[in-house]
Every structure is written in C-alpha cells, then in structure tokens.
C-alpha cells in the first residue's frame, strides 16, 4: 500500500517528499522550477487571422500550466520564461491529381503555421533555446480556407504546443 501511494502522488505530478530534486508529470517532464511567465505570442505573419495568436497562446499556456504545476506570473525574474512570434501563416498546394483528360489539377491544399520561440530556463541555461516550430494541415483542394480554419487551427495549435512543450521540458 506504501508504494502505491508513492506511485499515486508521483502520477499526480506532486511532489511532496523532501528527498525528490524535481517534480515528474505523467508527460516525462521534469520540472524543478516554480514560475513561468507566458507571454501573448505575437502575430507578425503576412497573413493573419484574427483569433491565431490568442487560440495559440492560450493551447501553449493550457499544455504547460496542465502538465507542470508551475504557477504563472507576470514577471521577469520567473523561473522559466516563454515568448514567441507567429512569423508564418500560409496556405500552399499539397497534393496534386490528373484529370480524366490527362491535366493536372489541386487535390489538396495546406495551411502552416510557424511561430518562432525563445525559452529562458533561468535555473539551467543550456536548457534555454530559441527555435521556429512549424505544423501543417492539409484540406482538400475543393474547400475554402474559411470552412475549416477553425478545425486547422485547432490541430496545429495542439501539435504546436507538444512540440514546444517537449523541448522546453522534456528535452526530445
């Protein structure tokens, strides 16, 4: 029953026993850090849509307060500290198809998102980076953008957010 305990508090992501250096997430994270100040990610891509930087930074800031426990602040000498830029949003031709009279013809579009990331790990500098991540979703070339922005947007946000995620805390 002691080691099931044990394994419920590690499991849980608390760490409430003097002897243990960090706390661990379900997520493989090691955190040992207290505070993160996330700021808005700014949007500076050639195209914008109105709600990206919003719908991004609040999928980043709900992936890092969830899996942490570290607690957000607004200051500069937190423990960790996460700006970024939305340098990219475009949509490009994927996939191609040829037509029964042999031309040929957009089967499938795709969005990118890039946004441009610089981590301060103020507790261990060789941790802190700065890196572009960036993630596609593809539509078929018969639809408008605008009938499924909101569901790309959604998609690659996540992927976004786990991939920040992971190489700030997990180190992949």
Known sequence: MKHFRLWLLCCAGICMLPWLSGCYSLSGASIS????????LENRALNVAPTLSTTLT??????????T?????????????LKG?????????????TTGNGVPQAAQ???????????KNRLDEK????????????????????SVESAAIEDIGNQIADDI???AFVNW
């Open 33 to 40: 850090g207290k505070t993160i100040n996330l700021r808005t």
């Open 127 to 146: 941790a802190s980076f700065k890196q572009s991540f960036s993630r596609f979703f593809d539509f078929d070339a018969r639809q408008q953008l605008q």
């Open 85 to 97: 830029t939305i340098t990219g949003y475009s949509v490009g031709l994927s996939g191609t198809q």
């Open 165 to 167: 995620f992971n190489k």
């Open 69 to 81: 426990g570290l607690a957000s602040v607004n200051t500069e000498n937190a423990d960790y500290d």
């Open 58 to 67: 609040d999928k980043l800031r709900n992936r890092i307060l969830s899996q």
């Open 109 to 119: 579009n795709r969005l990118t998102i890039t946004v441009e990331v610089d981590f």
